[in-house]
């Protein structure tokens, strides 16, 4: 099952899937009974592809499910930073990765974007446990030197040590072997950033060409912040830095304009939508419909630890649960505050999980086709009791994901999509988790 567009749901029945010796897809076909398979997967099994965390900070995640009563300023000073801050311990740190990369692998999550601390030495040792589990991922160094905005112990010392530490952190990652995992500029977000760290990190992307990441638009605090600090908005004023390239992930933007948007797009660049994150500290449902009909490109993110949970699947979940909020609107006084039409489905959702992603990072992932890279999560949807009870009874009635063009076979499409739905929410066990046809999970 996957989703080739933002509106399709393909169910494909008794594939083969060949890769070449370098774990990428030469063929999917109809399975023959003479062919002789590596794999074989249970006939109940449901292939998807891996999922794509466009959005999360490593350091946070001892600080799940912790402290989501402050605003977004008063969370990092109080709770977040300091935490960051002990990641100076490379030993604790990779106690910390040691027990994260496995557990996001066997929640499906194939790729993930991350936010390190300020610490290159945690920072080196975060690429490396992604490559020794065999996790795709691209691995940010945190950059933040403003005085005004970061606490003293847990800041860059000046605009160029910040810089040259994020070329050193940069050129280390690279040292590791193939391209599974990647290093990705990352300004932490302009409130934490003085001009002149701005500035060189936008000229150390185009110089290395490496991608960018950061936070835009988050909450009406920060946006505010950089109104008042430039006089135009986050997205005019991280262009003006030469910040917005091709493939730059700018988490949230849930308060940029239309124009901002258009902005995005002429550079490449997109969104990752935090959905449960955005429910703590963004003041605003972000309405991922609007800007996905106009074509920004937009992938989906946990954002642990703003975000309390670490499975995709639950955060398509989220997705769908607050573009409903938006449609309909939160306040039971005032009608006006909704946006009808605003909704989005599960194929909606899981697609941002994975094509979606794959297209706002530019990597061949995302879906279970020739020439892309297998990565992909095997499910048994009959641990599920709701799944069981359905295909038991037959009793489906209706309602299944208008959006879904199921292919799977005649009298099978509203079961097809309802199983889709429930295994795209989090339903059944996740088996088998491959990363460029690398086995790197087993239950
Ligand atoms: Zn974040």
Redesign the pocket.
Known sequence: MQTPSAKQLDVLVDQLIELDGQGRITDVRPARADDEAEVTLPQTSILVPGLIDT?I?APQWTQRGVGLDLPLDKWLNDYTFPLESSFADTARAESVWRAMVPELLSVGTTTAVY?SSIHEEATQALAAACAEHGQRAFVGRVAMDHPANTPNDYRDSSPADGLAASRRSIEAIDRLTGDLVQPIITPRFIPSCTDELLTGLGRLAAETGVRIQT?CSESLWEHGYVLDRFGFSDTDALASFGLLTDHTVL?HSVHISDADRDTLMQHGAGVSHCPLSNSYFGDAVFPVRHHLDAGLRMGLGT?VA?GPEHSMRATCGHAVTSSRMLEAGVDPGRSSWSRPGDRIDMTTAFWMATLGGAELLGIDAGLLSRGRVFDAVAIDPTTDPSFVSTNQTGTDQGGADPGGTDQGGAGMAESDNRRFERIARGGGTITQVWVDGVLTHKR
């Open positions: 959005h900070h936010y936070h988490a954002d703003g």
